[in-house]
């Protein structure tokens, strides 16, 4: 596998949606900070090139919602020209999709984005746009993603471990199956609890324990259609069979990895690393906490390190057994 590093370029803060888990707070997004032109021109010359094959930049353009920058198409016309220098290997996006369910506009962004990430919240619609506080929201994400595909964009659809709707995941990748078959990746993440999410902690979150059935089911579901999948969760609470989907060397990909934003401009992925990396001190002296992957530190504050400690003698019982 080829060595990566991710360069996470945040061109604004302003967003169409008000999620109760955005990983930005209320007041961030109201300061409706952006990249300009010139500054995205600047820090894409700082973007390290690649100099062999064995390694290669992925630059991950999010916001807010980075479509409603007013010079979006410009920029990533930027990024693809960086990539034609051999800054960059691939460009992803991070959206809602609300804008993309325009299949003109789609279509015209498509040409410069090999890859784009949509957070699915739920199938139920109700229950969606509950995530989102936008009416008509689970309408227009999932004609964007029929739009992207359609357009030849990889598609990776995120689903999140987080109360109202864990126990739904098994039906949401009934729905992936019978919708887009196996022409998406999905991904089931532990909950990032920063911004908004950590605010909204007490209906947010969920024990790691309690949602280890409803993940496995919603695994089992989605390897059986040979889709491909990858879990970013506690390995100590996901059975071993399921190890092989959680994604080896993250953490060097993270400490490589940059970061652009309006506020710091060029530098570490600080918030991720600070997520990631800093972890409890019971994950730091277990066997597999270089092969581990998912946000400890706060969900570490929120709850008692006791599951935790439970969950990884549990683990070594199982495989001493």
Known sequence: MKKFRKIYININSICNCKCVNCILSEDSRKMHDELSIDEINNLVDSIPQITDNQHYNIAEVSGGEPTLHKHFIEIVKILQSAKTKGHLHKIALLTNGLTASNKAFCSDISQYIDDVVITLYDTNPINHDWFTNVSGSFVDKIAAIDNFLECGVNVHIKLL????????????????????????????????????????????????????????KALDILIMNKTIVSVFFPLCILDPIYWQYSPRGFKDVIDASLSISPKYKIGKADRLLDEFIHRNDVCESCLLVERCNWPWKRYCEILDEQEIIEAKNNMYKNIIN
């Open 161 to 216: 471990v987080i109360r109202p709707s864990y126990q739904r995941l098994p039906e949401i990748a009934e729905f992936i199956n019978q919708k887009w078959g196996n022409k998406v990746h999905v991904a089931i993440n532990g909950t990032h609890y920063t911004g908004d999410a950590h605010r909204n902690n007490d209906v947010l979150f969920i024990k790691n324990q309690n949602a280890k059935p409803y993940i496995e």
